[in-house]
T-cell receptor, first 119, second 115 residues
């Protein structure tokens, strides 16, 4: 079974440009999460989808970030326009359980992350 | 606000030596607690978790962690480290956010293993 896949693995762009990150969750997982790790800082929650709906987007830093999950399958995270402080590693995760916590069955599965460098 | 602290940024141990990675959390109630590992080029992998019950939990790859409520700690241990354990380790706690559940992570501890 394929795990969570993210694309691209690394993106280098200039300040003011646009970047779109993609996440393909494990097939059948209704929950999809985005997290971000800025250099030297903690991994921080960005948002949570249940199927195609945004369950919680309280961690999104500002309106330059737009996440979508059309059809409840893969998700994209667009940064427009990118700023220097957006540099970091963006992780996607998925889980199956939708009743109660996503951890009742044990695990949030993470992708390898997409490293974004804004110059 | 909820927080997770990993006081050690980088630890170096010799292969075969024992290992303890520290983690402290700050919450009003006992949270769900986790340890994740990220090896080079890999995603985050769950090592073990604590929800309730026995305070000593066993995980994969020979790791264990002990929950100590009095110290608000959830330290990760391994009796004998292998070179393949070199990675970055993250302690995390689960709390309920705006209608959802969010993981709060520590800053991570990078483990180097000397042959």
């Amino acid at each position: 079974e394929a795990g969570v896949t993210q694309f691209p693995s690394h993106s280098v762009i200039e300040k003011g440009q646009t970047v779109t990150l993609r996440c393909d969750p494990i097939s059948g997982h209704d929950n999809l999460y985005w997290y971000r790790r800025v250099m030297g800082k903690e991994i921080k929650f960005l948002l949570h989808f249940v199927k195609e709906s945004k369950q919680d987007e309280s961690g999104m830093p500002n309106n330059r970030f737009l996440a979508e999950r059309t059809g409840g399958t893969y998700s994209t995270l667009k940064v427009q326009p990118a700023e220097l402080e957006d540099s970091g590693v963006y992780f996607c995760a998925s889980s199956q359980d939708i009743a109660g916590t996503p951890f009742d069955t044990g695990e949030l599965f993470f992708g390898e992350g997409s490293r974004l460098t804004v110059l | 606000a909820q927080s997770v602290t990993q006081p050690d940024i980088h630890i170096t141990v010799s292969e075969g030596a024992s290992l303890e990675l520290r983690c402290n959390y700050s919450y009003g109630a006992t949270p769900y607690l986790f340890w994740y590992v990220q090896s080079p080029g890999q995603g985050l992998q769950l090592l073990l978790k604590y929800f309730s019950g026995d305070t000593l939990v066993q995980g994969i790859k020979g790791f264990e962690a002990e929950f100590k409520r009095s110290q608000s700690s959830f330290n990760l241990r391994k009796p004998s480290v292998h070179w393949s354990d070199a990675a970055e380790y993250f302690c995390a706690a689960l709390y309920s956010g705006a209608g959802s559940y969010q993981l709060t992570f520590g800053k991570g501890t990078k483990l180097s293993v000397i042959p």
